[in-house]
C-alpha cells in the first residue's frame, strides 16, 4: 500500500503533502501535550515494535502469510494523536531508508496509513470498546484501517490517471478485504495476549470525545478529496502558469502529468461523478460505523 | 538487513559523505521533482536524468551494482501497474511507471547511504519537521537494530523448533505461535520504554531532548547545493524540450 | 565520618502487593566501594534504585544528608549515578557524544562546555575515538564504558553499577576492573561473580527475600553463603 514516487500525479500528491503538513504538526503537539516526559520512550519502542512485528509472518493457509500492518494495535494502545505520531515515523524510515513508498508521496501515504488509517482503527474501538462488543471493535478497527487507507490510495491513483480495468479493482478489492480481515485477526490475537499480560496497556476508551473526533476525521478526508479534485480539474491554471513563467514547451507543462493531456480530459469531463464515488465510500464508512454505534448504544440503555 | 548495509555504507568517506545534511535534502527533493515533472519518454529523459545519481554512488564509492539491486524494491507494486498499462496498449505509460519509481527510489538511496541517519534527521528538522516527530523517529530507528536483532533470534530459535511447517491448511497452532511471538516483542518493547525512561530521568532528563550543535553550513555545500540542484533542475528542463 | 549513604527500615512493595524490600538497613562511607550480593530477586536492583532516587518507598533514605523525598530527588540524581543492567536502554542518543553529553545538557551547561567534558568523560573511560560512532556499533564492553563516561560526566559522588561484567569477556572483565579501581567515588556494585566481587570490594552484604542477612567483608560472606566458583573460595588463606 505504500505508494513509490513516479505514481501520482503533481496536483494529487503536491496537494496531499500541503494537507498532511498541518496535520502531522497538530498531532505531534497533540500526542506531546498528553504526557511529554515518558511518551518518548514508548513511541520509541512502540515504533521499533511495529516494524519488527511487520517481520513476523502469520500463515493463514494455502501457502500463504499474512503480517500485521499496526495502525490499530498503536491506536489501541496509545490513542489516537500518540499513535499518528509513531505511524508518521514508521513511514518515514520506511520511505527513506527502506525505499519502500515514495518520499515525494510521503504526504499521500501519511494521509491514508497513518492519519486515516489510525482513526478508522481507533473508531470503532471509541464505540464500543467499553462494551461487550470489545472483541468486535478491535477486529473491526483491525479492518476498517486497512480498508481505509487501501481505498485511499486507490482513489489517488484514480486520480493520478494510473490504469484501473475492472478486473484489477475486483481483485484488489478481494484482496484487501482478506488483508483487512488478517490485520483483524492478528490485532485482536495480540490485543488479548497484551490483556493478559497487563490490562493497563491497553488504552480506556472513553478518553476521547468522540464527536469530534469523527468529524474532524471526515472532514479532513472529504477536504483532501475536494482539494485533490480542485487541483486536478485546473490543469490549465497551472499550464498558463508555466508558460507566463517561460518554461513551457509546445504542450509540456512544467507540472505534467505523467499521463499528458489525456488524464485532464478525463478527470475534467466525470469529475462529478469520480467526486461522489470516491467521497460517497469513504462517508459511507463513517456512516455505517457510527449508526450501528448508536444502534447498540440505545439497545444497551433500553 | 537493509538497514544494516544502509548504515554501514552511510559510515564511510566521500566528497558526497561529507556535504553537509542539510545540503544533500535539498538536492534529494530537487532531484525527485525533476524526476517526477519529468516528461514518460524514457530516452533521453530518464537516461538523462539516471546519469547524475549513478554518478553519485560512484563519487559516494558505494558499490554500484548492489545499490542497483537494492533499488528493485520498488518493483513488485511498480510491475504490477506497468504490466497492466502494457496490456492496455500504453508502452510509454508503462516504461515511464517502472523508470521514475526506481529512479527516484535510487536518489533517496543515495542520499540516506552518504549521510548517517541521525543527521539526515537534524537536517529534516532544520528544515522543518516538527521536533517531536524527529525525536520519536530518533528513538524508532535506534532501536530498529536491537529489536530487529531480537526478531532474527527468535526467528532461528522457532526454525529449530520445526515451525517451517507448510500446511494447506489453515493451521491454528502456527497463528497462535505467531501471536505469542508479537507479544513477546511487544512486552519486551515495554520493559525497554521503561527502562530507558529511568535511564533518562536518572541523568536529569525534565521533557525536553537537548542537542548538542549541528556542523554550521561551509561554502562547500553552498555550492554543492546550488549546482547540484540547479544542474539538475536545467538538465530536466533541457530534456523536457528535446524529447 | 558520616555515611554518604544511610538506610533506615526501608520497605517497597510492588503494584500487586508482593514485597521487594522487607526492612533493610545500610550505610556507605565516602571512598568505600561495597558489593551487593545475593541470588536473582533478593530486592538487589530495587535496593539501588531506591538509593538512586529513581524508587521512592517506605522507611527512611538518606544520601549526602539529603532524605531521599521529592524535593531533593533531583539533587540525589545527581549525585548518585548509576549504570544500569543493559547499556542498550542507557544509550539511547543517536551518537555517543550525544549520549555523553545528555546528563550535562540537562544540568545546564552550554554546548560548548558540555561538549568538552564530555569528551573528556570519554577520554577517561578510554573510547573518545568512539565519539561519533551510533551506539549499536560497539561491543557490550564498550557500550559499557560509554555508559559509565555518560555517568561520570555528571560528577557524582557514588557510583551504583547493576550487574557491570553482564556480556563482558575476561579481558573486558580486566580493563572494567582497573577504571573501577581508579575511580575515587564510593562504589556499590551489585554482581553476580565472586570473583569479580572479591577483586573490586572489600565489603559485602547478602540480600535474601528483601531483607540484608548477612554483612561483612567479602571473603566472609562468599564462604559463608558458598557464593561462587570452589576455586575462587579455596584460595582465600
Known sequence: ?????????????????????????????????????????????????????????????????????????????????????????????????????????????????????????????????????????????????????????????????????????????????????????????????????????????????????????????????????????????????????????????????????????????????????????????????????????????A | MHHFVVDHWSQSDSPLHRRDARAKLFVLVATLLAVATAPAQFQWTGVGLAAPILAGFLIARIPLGAALLRGLVVLPFTATFALISYVGGDVERAAALLWKSYLSGLAVLLAVSTTPFPHFLRAAEWWGTPSFLVTVIQFVYRYLFVISEQVQHMRMAAACRGSGGRGWLFQRDHVAAAAGAVSVLFSRSMARAEGIHRAMIARGFRGHILTLDSPRFGWLDVVFAVAAAGGLIALRIVLGRVS | MHPLIEVRNLRYSYDDGSAALNGVDFELFAGETVAILGPNGAGKTTFVLQIAGLLTGGGEVRVCGLPVTGANLAEIRRRVGIVFQDPDEQLFMPTVLDDVAFGLLNLGLDRQTAR?????????????????????????????????????????????????????????RSALLRLLLDLPQAKLVVTHEAGFAAASARRAVFFERGKIVASGTVPQILAQFAWGEPGAVQRQP
Not at chain 1, 187 to 214: G, K
Not at chain 1, 269 to 278: C, H, I, N, Y
Open chain 3, 116 to 172: 568538552q567534558s564530555a569528551m573528556r568523560s570519554l577520554e577517561q573511560v578510554g573510547m573518545a575515538g568512539a565519539a561519533h560512532k551510533a551506539p549499536y556499533h560497539l561491543s557490550s564492553g564498550e557500550k559499557r564504558r560509554v555508559a559509565i563516561a555518560g555517568v561520570l560526566a555528571m560528577n557524582p559522588e557514588i557510583l551504583i553499577l547493576d550487574e557491570p561484567t553482564t556480556h563482558l569477556d575476561p579481558p573486558g
Open chain 1, 1 to 301: 500500500m505504500h505508494i513509490p514516487d513516479g505514481f501520482l500525479s503533481a496536483p494529487v500528491w503536491l496537494s496531499l503533502d500541503l494537507a498532511a503538513l498541518p496535520a502531522v504538526a497538530y498531532v505531534a503537539r497533540r500526542a506531546q501535550s498528553e504526557a511529554p516526559e515518558n511518551q518518548i520512550p514508548l513511541l520509541g519502542a512502540m515504533g521499533a515494535f511495529v516494524f519488527a512485528a511487520q517481520m513476523i509472518n502469520f500463515p493463514v493457509g494455502a501457502g500463504t502469510s499474512g503480517h500485521l500492518l499496526g495502525s490499530a494495535l498503536l491506536a489501541l494502545v496509545l490513542g489516537p494523536a500518540a499513535a499518528c505520531v509513531v505511524m508518521t515515523a514508521i513511514l518515514m524510515i520506511q520511505a527513506l531508508v527502506f525505499q519502500d513508498g515514495g518520499v515525494l508521496a510521503l504526504g499521500a501515504n501519511t494521509f491514508n496509513m497513518s492519519l486515516a488509517g489510525v482513526a478508522a482503527g481507533y473508531l470503532p474501538w471509541r464505540l464500543w470498546g467499553a462494551a461487550q462488543w470489545r472483541k468486535f471493535a478491535v477486529f473491526a478497527g483491525g479492518m476498517l484501517s486497512v480498508l481505509v487507507g487501501a481505498a485511499l490510495a486507490f482513489t489517488e491513483l484514480w486520480f493520478s490517471g494510473v490504469p484501473m480495468p475492472r478486473p484489477l479493482l475486483v481483485l484488489s478489492g478481494g484482496l484487501f478485504l482478506l488483508a483487512g480481515a488478517i490485520e483483524g485477526g492478528i490485532t485482536l490475537a495480540v490485543f488479548q495476549a497484551v490483556e493478559r499480560m497487563n490490562r493497563s496497556w491497553v488504552r480506556d476508551p472513553r478518553t476521547f470525545p468522540l464527536i469530534p473526533q469523527a468529524a474532524v476525521t471526515a472532514a479532513a478526508a472529504i477536504l483532501a478529496m475536494v482539494g485533490v479534485l480542485a487541483a486536478s480539474a485546473a490543469p490549465d491554471i497551472l499550464e498558463s502558469f508555466s508558460r507566463a513563467i517561460g518554461l513551457g514547451g509546445k504542450e509540456r507543462a512544467l507540472v505534467a502529468t505523467p499521463f499528458g493531456g489525456y488524464e485532464a480530459e478525463f478527470i475534467r469531463s466525470s469529475w462529478l461523478s469520480k467526486a461522489t464515488a470516491g467521497l460517497a465510500g469513504l462517508v459511507a464508512v463513517v456512516l455505517c460505523v457510527w449508526a450501528w454505534g448508536r444502534f447498540l448504544a440505545r439497545r444497551r440503555n
